[in-house]
């Protein structure tokens, strides 16, 4: 266990709808990175926040947009939803001090149909 | 951007052997390269890293290289067990401007380790 927690585990949804998974870092890590996992595009960064603020930005669509809380949870909204948008959605937490190990949460399967 | 190359893409091995999964990457500012271990319906779970001054790490079967000037690491796994059998990550990251890092993944290994 790596101390990640994401909810939900699973999310089935239908085409053009919109869903929030959430995120709660191990205790202590004030960084948190959302990645997307799929059979044709592997793990990619989607995006990076660092204690409330955005930190890093990588191949996230303007139709997903994120956001951490004070207490450092975050939230990732997936809006306007397509069949290719289903995909493990995996969450991962650090210090953040440059080249931080990044811990992983246990994902959350989005399906869209 | 930095792109990271991993093979084999699978890799089949008896009880006992050594394996081997080999990485290369792009961006020579990259300067942490961690591996990853996914077992069916999980998360990636950190089984080594290794920093950019730092030339091998090892941690009891599991053992990982570097050369940078070649740009490649290589993760190698002796006296391998049924348990070992899931899909292994490389992966490389560098801090970004602005202060942030992310890690750019390889495309995985399925790791089979066979009675």
């Known amino acids: 266990d790596s101390g990640v927690t994401q909810t939900p585990k699973h999310l089935i949804t239908a085409t053009g709808q919109r869903v929030t998974l959430r995120c709660s870092p191990r205790?202590?890590?004030?960084?948190v990175y959302w990645y997307q996992q799929s059979l044709d595009q592997g793990l990619q960064f989607l995006i990076q926040?660092?204690?409330?603020?955005?930190?890093a930005k990588g191949n996230i669509l303007e139709r997903f947009s994120a956001q951490q809380f004070p207490d450092l949870h975050s939230e990732l909204n997936l809006s306007s939803l397509e069949l290719g948008d289903s995909a493990l959605y995996f969450c991962?937490?650090?210090?953040?001090?440059?080249?931080?190990?990044?811990?992983f949460g246990p994902g959350t399967r989005l399906t869209v149909l | 951007g930095e792109n990271v190359e991993q093979h084999p893409s699978t890799l089949s091995v008896q009880e006992g052997d050594s394996a081997v999964i080999k990485c290369t990457y792009s961006?020579?500012?990259?300067?942490?390269f961690p591996w990853y271990k996914q077992e069916l319906g999980k998360g990636p779970q950190l089984i080594i890293d290794?920093?950019?001054?730092?030339g091998e790490k090892k941690d009891q079967r599991i053992a990982v290289t570097l050369n940078k000037t070649a740009k490649h690491f290589s993760l190698h796994i002796t006296e391998t067990q049924p348990e070992d059998s899931a899909v292994y990550f490389c992966?490389?990251?560098?801090?970004?401007?602005?202060?942030?890092?992310?890690?750019?993944f390889g495309t995985g290994t399925q790791l089979k380790v066979e009675l």
């Open positions: 961006d020579s500012a990259s300067n942490y």
């Open positions: 991962a937490s650090s210090a953040d001090r440059a080249q931080d190990t990044q811990y």
């Open positions: 205790s202590g890590d004030l960084s």
């Open positions: 290794i920093r950019s001054n730092v």
């Open positions: 992966a490389a990251s560098n801090v970004l401007t602005g202060g942030g890092n992310k890690l750019t």
């Open positions: 926040y660092y204690n409330g603020e955005e930190r």
